[in-house]
């Protein structure tokens, strides 16, 4: 069992940035991969970024792809994602999520873990 708890969202003029940080309990982390989701108003969750257990393999969404960084830091369980020149388009609730899976898995419905969630709510 893995607990992730997001933190670091907030109000945001367009152009600035945030770093939203997702903290996992255990002594297991470094066994999953993990990624960032995101959910706005009214759409469907969405894929943002992954990264495998090793940081050795990331992939982004296309729609974030220059502007966010994803990273982790092993020996602090906890997994990182920098946005910067955020739009009104990027206000959401950002997830961490954790896989279990090998490989890198960007499917909504194949993580394994996730967190309650952070709002960050980007102003024009």
């Known amino acids: 069992q893995v607990q992730l708890v997001e933190s670091g969202g907030g109000l945001v003029q367009a152009g600035g940035s945030l770093r939203l940080s997702c903290a996992a309990s255990?002594?297991?982390?470094?066994?999953?991969?993990m990624g960032w989701f995101r959910q706005a108003p009214e759409k469907e969750r969405e894929f943002v970024a992954v990264?495998?257990?090793?940081?050795?393999?990331?992939y982004y969404a296309n729609s974030v792809k220059g502007r966010f960084t994803i990273s982790r830091d092993n020996a602090k369980n906890t997994v990182y994602l920098q946005m910067n020149s955020l739009t009104p388009e990027d206000t959401a609730v950002y997830y961490c999520?954790?896989?279990?899976?090998?490989?890198?898995?960007?499917?909504?419905?194949?993580?394994?873990?996730w967190g309650q969630g952070t709002q960050v709510t980007v102003s024009s």
């Open positions: 255990g002594r297991t982390f470094n066994t999953y991969s």
């Open positions: 999520a954790a896989n279990r899976q090998p490989y890198l898995n960007i499917g909504v419905t194949n993580q394994d873990y």
């Open positions: 990264i495998s257990r090793s940081a050795g393999r990331i």
